[in-house]
């Protein structure tokens, strides 16, 4: 199972692609470098999803309240939204129900799992401990994908919630999904 893609990483893809021109055209060889570039695209890559999921998030409250409520909860809970391991996500993702969590565990798979978080643990290796990378050049150049895949199955699991009415009489608040 796999989700449509509607959560982009433009800037980690555009800071890949630049510097796999670079080594490419240059002919980079050197380990160290290579360890100092990945660490670079890690800490890009994770500022990134970290502001893609307070985003996301808030498009679907908008959908099911209004903008000011949608930016009042998501400004409350921001210490939540703030967290990027898939168990931190499948933490949001369940508030919306068990069925959402069911969805979006059944479409990534447990290697994309542990790519992902690899990716987590080796930036917070290099920005909080001040360690380099295990990650290697090679394996970091699927990086966009596979964050966007996580969003992507995060935005599908809980856009999926199906339409209902809540409320009664003149205070009834209509769920749809939409797209951000």
Known sequence: MSCEVVAALPRTRFVL????EHVDANKI??????????????VIFYAEVEGKIPDILRGR??????????????MAISNVTKRTKKSEIIDIVQ??????KE???????EQEVQIYSNYLKQRHNVAHLNQGVETTWEEVQNIAEIGEKILS?????????PNQVI??????????SGKI
């Open 103 to 109: 969805k979006f565990n059944q479409k990534i798979t």
């Open 17 to 20: 692609e630049k510097l796999k």
């Open 61 to 74: 409250l908008e959908v099911a309240s209004n903008t000011s409520i949608a930016a009042f909860i998501t």
């Open 153 to 161: 199955c995060f935005y599908t699991a809980i856009n999926t919630v």
């Open 29 to 42: 060889t050197d380990p160290l470098l290579k360890n100092y570039l990945v660490g670079y695209i890690l």
């Open 167 to 176: 409320g009664n009489g003149q205070e009834t608040l209509q769920i749809q």
């Open 95 to 100: 508030m919306f129900g068990v069925e959402c």
